[in-house]
């Protein structure tokens, strides 16, 4: 690079890379404050790039929510509220379905199901309009490619698409795979362990036919998870959210697990979709309108302890602050949360004549609001060595098993429901196999009773999904470094548009002749890639996001 | 800056918009006008100067008042400040040469003296690419203006205000594969090639972009009120369309419109004829004997409205 004095660069008080929640929130503190601030977004519009389960919660005890900093947001930007939440217990046909309401409810002052599309493209409407006043504004279609430094210091930001940008405090919101949080030495993307694979369909629907099928009103809603033994025993669940004219219906899962049995992630969805369970709300009818996947870094192990460097603030799901308590995901709260906690930092730093301590009054903040105490539960912390050990999850496999189990669930049924509705209890649950299969199956089994519909739909194959999504192709943004199968064989099945014996994704497995005989590599076409994540860590990868309006555009999210 | 950018209507060549008789003949009355494509290169090239430099752009038409729409197009898509018809029934079935004539008078009119003036390369429909270099003529023959020094096929520009000159790249006869930088000094006249592309690496520049385009379509919005059949209002009520005839020009009916041509339609031949090659020639301002040879390549095949 050219070496320019900084004081030629373009600068601005602030820069807020990434318009989802959590930037959105920050950007408008900040210029509630006053405070001259940039929003960089590499979308064709807000929105464009991001996928949710789609529900987003307004906690009472939050310090910031996102209706808040956006009082028109609910009857804008949101779908439909979630009023009811209920857990199936698959085991087979069994199905026993528990009322998580009470969990549902506990600190809630409201849910909604959103779609990102909509709720991002709006948001960032009204950012624009918040910022530029101050002098700043929010600008699509440009990607930050990295942190601008002097002298060692991160003074600011470089972007595909612009001339560097200098400022005095920047709010990384880039989202999961943060390439700022990795520029800056905070965040890595090695340990699969940290992370969930998501994966969402929108499906078409009547309003009128939603409204029958689940038996509610034009202003009213349902959330459904699923647990059990219909994903192959990989770690994880299901979810079906209600829209206005759509439902969303996704899969959650570690994706350690998804690696370790080499599951192939849409297969998972379909085993949900064409589950018999979900006749009665699809009746034979599915039409797709978006398959959609990104990662989900879990922050009991992801969220920083101490997210930002200097003058760089990482916010959301960008510091790995994405709470999933039990079958309960809390991403967006979390941002929005941490974005009004940045800007206030940035504030009051600045008030009192030294906005460099930004960084550290936001961390104080983080723990003071009791937001790292939902991400980082200490109770998960003690009783993560032990359970998590296969000692004890094969011992209780074998009491759930052996009839004292089976007698105890049977007598115990309310009380395992109630369990469920303690958050206490979720922020201790084990990642285990234990809790996501083993558990529900086994209360499936005992305490669930047959579902007796036959659900006939087909689901489309994943050449179709993968072209009726919309691209603007540009060069490769991922290299594989290392294509070796061991080093990298695991994403020809991880990666949600790739799978074994499919040549239309992203990996595909091929064998080569060495001089030692055969070799099995993998080789990448990065033209469909949803630019989800998962690459990034289950391989050995040189992981970028395509410039700015280039690559995937969800319609949806 | 001030700029001005020159634009006609052509018929809508898109799938299903245009219609054609038996014979293969485009039939205008029943096919649509649209704002020339190309043109629309021009007036990015103006807006880039605005985001960049300041100043206004005003979007400039001869024709028919139905040509209002054609402005608003332009105004709508890519931004204007203000809007000129040069309308006549005496400017009616001028050729090029005509138009050209009545054109830089319209820019003499102007209570500001541009320092640019920009139009698009060709036409979609008459393709002679002769507008904009003859009306580039006319200016400079007009004494009441200053000269224009001419840069056709330009595929991005910036403008030193310090030194008053404007760089340009630009493709060198028309060929992609060969650019070069040419650079004159302001006012200057500029023909925007349809590679033509806006670039603006500054924040600010592209804050400034989405401001203005937001502006130009809440005005193009107000204008269309003025527009609609059903309104009371005559689109002149609308204070930044100007539409001017002969008189407000003080031009003499001989020097424009049909008995102001020079060149007469000596036959059309039918469609489908792809128009292929690029056949803009660079002709220097103060070169007659280029200009004569415009015009005797002009008389076998111009389109006049
Ligand atoms: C399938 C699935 C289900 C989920 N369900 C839920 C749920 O029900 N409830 C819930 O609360 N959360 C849920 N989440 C998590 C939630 O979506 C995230 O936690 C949340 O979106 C985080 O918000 P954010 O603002 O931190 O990041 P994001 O929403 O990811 O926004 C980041 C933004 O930054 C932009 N960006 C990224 N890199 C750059 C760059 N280099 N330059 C410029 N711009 C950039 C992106 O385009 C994007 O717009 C789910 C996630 C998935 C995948
Ligand atoms: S190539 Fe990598 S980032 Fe792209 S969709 Fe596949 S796993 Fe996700």
Redesign the pocket.
């Given at each position: 690079m050219t070496e320019t004095p900084t004081d030629e660069y373009e600068h601005y008080e602030a820069v807020v890379v990434g318009a989802g929640p959590g930037g959105a929130a920050a950007a408008a503190a900040l210029a509630n404050h006053g405070v001259e601030t940039l929003v960089l977004e590499r979308g064709v519009d807000a929105g464009s790039k991001n996928v949710s389960g789609g529900l987003i919660y307004a906690e009472e005890s939050a310090p910031y929510t996102i209706d808040d900093l956006f009082p028109d947001f609910r009857e804008e930007a949101t779908e439909r509220p979630a009023d009811e939440y209920y857990i199936h217990n698959v085991a087979g046909r069994n199905v026993k379905t528990f009322d998580l309401n009470d969990i549902h409810h506990h600190d809630t002052e409201w849910c909604d199901s959103v779609l990102r599309r909509k709720m991002d493209s709006w948001l960032a409407e009204q950012v624009h309009g918040m910022t530029r006043e101050t002098g700043g504004g929010l600008l699509t279609n440009v990607r930050v490619n990295g942190l601008l430094r002097e002298g060692g210091e991160i003074v600011g930001v470089t972007c595909d698409e612009l001339d560097p940008i200098t400022a005095d405090v920047i709010v990384a919101a880039d989202g999961v795979n943060s390439e700022l949080a990795r520029d800056a030495g905070l965040m890595d993307w090695e340990e699969p362990e940290e992370w969930f694979q998501g994966v969402k369909a929108v499906v078409d629907m009547d309003p009128d036919a939603i409204n029958e099928r689940f038996g509610i009103d034009d202003d009213e809603g349902v959330a459904h998870l699923f647990a059990g033994d219909l994903f192959d025993g990989v770690r994880g669940g299901g979810l079906l959210y209600t829209n206005e004219d759509s439902l969303s219906i996704g899969t959650v899962f570690h994706l350690d697990s998804i690696a370790e049995e080499k599951a192939e992630p849409h297969e998972l969805l379909d085993s949900l979709l064409t589950h018999p369970l979900l006749d009665q709300w699809l009746q034979g009818e599915y039409e797709e309108r978006e398959y959609a996947?990104k990662l989900v870094p879990d922050s009991k192990k992801a969220a920083h302890p101490s997210p930002h460097r200097g003058r760089l603030l990482l916010v959301g799901d960008a510091a790995g602050q994405m709470q999933a308590q039990g079958p309960i995901i809390k991403g967006m709260n979390h941002a929005v949360t941490a974005g009004g906690l940045a800007a206030e930092a940035y504030q009051e730093a600045k008030a009192r004549g030294n906005p460099t301590n930004a960084g550290d009054l936001y961390e104080q903040k983080l723990e003071t609001e009791g937001v790292m105490k939902k991400l980082r539960p200490a109770r998960y912390r003690y009783s993560r060595p032990v359970s998590e050990s296969g000692l004890v999850t094969g011992l209780t496999n074998g009491l759930l098993n052996s009839p004292v189990g089976t007698a105890g669930l049977k007598l115990f049924g309310g009380l395992v429901e109630r369990a469920f509705n303690s958050p206490f209890m979720l922020g201790m649950i084990p990642d285990t196999r234990f809790s996501y299969v083993t558990m529900p199956t086994r209360i499936g089994e005992v305490l669930g009773t047959p579902v007796t519909a036959e659900n006939d739909i087909e689901p489309p194959e994943l050449d179709e999904r993968i072209g009726d999504l919309t691209y603007d192709v540009d060069d490769p943004h991922?290299e594989v470094l290392d294509n070796s199968f061991e080093a990298s064989g695991t994403?020809v099945t991880?990666?949600?548009?790739?799978a074994k014996d499919f040549g239309g994704g992203?990996?595909r497995e091929e064998t080569v002749q060495t001089n030692g005989g055969e070799q099995k590599v993998v080789s990448?076409d990065?033209q469909p890639?949803?630019?989800?994540?998962?690459?990034?860590v289950v391989a050995d990868t040189h992981w970028e996001h395509p410039p700015g309006g280039k690559g995937v555009e969800y319609k949806q999210g | 800056m001030r700029s001005v950018v020159l634009t006609k209507g052509v018929p809508d060549f898109r799938e299903g918009q245009v219609s054609f008789d038996e014979d293969g003949h485009l039939e205008r009355g029943k096919t649509p006008t649209v704002m020339n494509p190309n043109d629309k290169h021009a007036l990015r090239a103006a807006l880039q100067t605005k985001v960049r430099h300041g100043g206004t752009v005003s979007l400039m038409s001869m024709g028919p008042p139905g040509y209002a729409e054609i402005l608003h197009e332009g105004m709508e898509d890519v931004y204007a400040d203000d809007l000129y018809l040069l309308s006549d029934r005496e400017m009616g079935a001028a050729d090029t040469w005509a138009t050209a004539m009545t054109v830089a008078t319209g820019i003499e009119h102007l209570d500001e003296t541009p320092d640019l003036i920009f139009a698009g390369f060709k036409t979609a429909d008459g393709e002679t690419g002769h507008t904009g270099p003859q009306t580039e003529w006319c200016l400079n023959i007009n004494d009441a203006l200053p000269d224009y020094p001419l840069i056709t096929h330009v595929v991005a520009m910036d403008i030193d205000e310090d030194e008053g000159v404007v760089r340009t790249k630009r493709l060198v006869e028309g060929d992609i594969s060969e650019i070069e930088t040419v650079e004159a000094d302001l006012p200057a006249f500029v023909v925007a090639d349809p590679e033509f592309e806006a670039t603006y690496r500054k924040a600010d520049h592209r804050l400034r972009h989405k401001d203005f385009r937001a502006q130009t379509r809440d005005r193009a919005a107000e204008f269309a009120e003025y527009l609609a059949d059903d309104t009371d209002t005559d689109p002149t009520d609308f204070a930044d369309f100007h539409m001017w005839n002969h008189e407000d020009l003080n031009l003499d009916p001989d020097f424009i419109g049909l008995d102001g041509s020079p060149t007469i339609v000596a036959g059309v031949d039918p469609i489908p004829k792809a128009p292929s090659e690029r056949e803009a020639t660079m002709i220097e301002p103060d070169d007659e004997e280029g200009m004569e040879e415009v015009f005797e390549q002009l008389q076998p095949y111009a389109a006049g409205d």
């Open positions: 996947a991922i994403a991880a990666c949600p548009v790739s992203c990996y990448l990065t890639c949803v630019e989800c994540g998962t690459c990034a | -």
